[in-house]
């Protein structure tokens, strides 16, 4: 995957694209020990592994989100394992208001149980 600026990332998002993937990227950045890499077509979040990403396609946030279970959430589009101990979440969003709590709650878990890797 290229290595990208947000300002590339970003560049031809609508204000109301803008203003989710900037609300998911908020809140991925104010967890704690968290790194960015942000790419030409995605951002991603990681401590040593990474645990979510997001991309805006059609005007909907696409969030990619690993646990190590599989979870329930409203926007909940698919879950499928990617690993013997992971899966894969895919959660879509068209509406500020549905970056909820129980999202937040997921990609913090998410950050707590995958991102720090595995022995």
């Excluded at 967890?31 to 077509?41: F, I, K, M, P, T």
């Excluded at 997001?54 to 909940?76: D, F, M, Q």
Aim: aromatic share 8%; charged share 30%.
């Amino acid at each position: 995957m290229v290595r990208g600026s947000w300002e590339q990332l970003t560049g031809n998002l609508s204000e109301g694209d803008l203003a989710l993937l900037t609300l998911y990227r908020d809140f991925c950045r104010s967890l704690d020990g968290v790194e960015e890499r942000v790419h030409s077509a995605e951002v991603q979040y990681a401590v040593k592994r990474i645990f979510t990403s997001a991309y805006v396609k059609s005007h909907y946030l696409e969030i990619g989100l690993e646990l190590l279970r599989e979870a329930e959430h409203p926007k909940l589009r698919t879950a499928f394992a990617t690993s013997k101990r992971v899966t894969m979440h895919r959660i879509t969003l068209r509406e500020e208001h549905e970056f909820d709590d129980a999202l937040r709650e997921l990609i913090d878990e998410a950050r707590q149980t995958v991102g720090p890797g595995f022995r």
